[in-house]
């Protein structure tokens, strides 16, 4: 059954450049991405134009400033073909249109930003540093430029990391320390001189995702068919998570635990067999 894509604005004929961001809503006859059902807004065609929904629809994180990401498995959810997925994220990577990173939740889960996401949050970490310390934060302006815009993977060697900082200036053991205090790299533990990329103030957000993955599986498992109608599904709120159900669905959903099923009453979500 085909689901109609979600318009950005009255006409989309139009192919926006890869780094412009979804047209600003209006009352015209502009969808309002935050007003569709997971239901209306499900499938799409293309990646890029996943991401941009997706990214819109990020839940607003209290206490928390952590820029919108999304998540692979939920892209997996939304457009049948992973095999175009993974070779549209690959070629927006190296245009430096996102970035991806690996997560830290035990499972195989990957986090997309755009880059221009990821450079705020890195200015927005410099900026609090500013502020409560008097330390020389010179390092952060090299990552920035030479590391962010050279080393494109999920992670890095030390040394290539330090060669990748030394094109800013002389490189010292602090500096790498002051990187990692900010969040922006995460030493392996199985490799003590490889580093994975990370995304600041992302620890409480993960911790969430896990939990929130948890509840929702446990809900449907309650059931006596172990399922639901996605409509009735998307309204509930989460107790232990502070990502929305429309994020946790997509979630399950790309990475299999979940599936749907269409009815005349609309799309059902039910837990996937062993």
């Avoid at 979600?6 to 809503?25: A, D, H, V």
């Avoid at 195989?108 to 330390?135: C, G, L, P, W």
């Avoid at 409509?231 to 429309?246: C, G, I, N, Y």
Wanted: charged share 30%; proline share 4%; hydrophobic share 40%.
């Amino acid at each position: 059954m085909s689901k109609k894509i979600p318009e950005f604005g009255p006409s989309t004929s139009r192919k926006r450049p890869r780094n412009e961001e979804p047209e600003p809503q209006s009352e015209n006859g502009v969808v309002n991405s935050h007003s569709l059902s997971l239901e209306e807004d499900f499938a799409f065609s293309d990646t890029l134009m996943a991401l941009r929904m997706m990214r819109a629809q990020f839940p607003h994180i209290q206490k928390v400033s952590v820029p919108p990401f999304v998540l692979q498995s939920q892209l997996y959810s939304s457009i049948k073909n992973r095999t175009e997925v993974d070779r549209e994220i690959e070629s927006l990577k190296r245009e430096k249109v996102v970035r991806i990173f690996k997560l830290n939740t035990g499972q195989d889960d990957h986090a997309i930003m755009f880059i221009d996401d990821y450079i705020s949050q890195i200015e927005r970490v410099v900026k609090r540093m500013e502020e409560n310390s008097k330390t020389d934060l010179v390092v952060f302006e090299w990552f920035k430029t030479h590391v962010v815009q050279s080393k494109l993977d999920t992670s890095i060697g030390h040394q290539e990391l330090w060669s990748f900082l030394s094109l800013g200036g002389k490189v010292k053991e602090e500096h790498i320390s002051q990187l990692i205090s900010a969040g922006l790299l995460i030493r392996q533990l199985i490799d003590q001189n490889m580093y994975w990329f990370s995304i600041p103030n992302i620890g409480s957000v993960l911790k969430g995702l896990s939990q929130g993955r948890k509840e929702l599986m446990s809900l449907l498992s309650r059931r006596k068919y172990k399922e639901m109608l996605m409509a009735a599904l998307e309204v509930k709120r989460l107790r232990f998570s502070p990502l929305d159900m429309r994020f946790h669905l997509r979630d399950l959903i790309g990475s299999g635990q979940l599936k749907t099923i269409e009815t005349p009453s609309g799309l059902i979500v039910r837990v996937a067999k062993d």
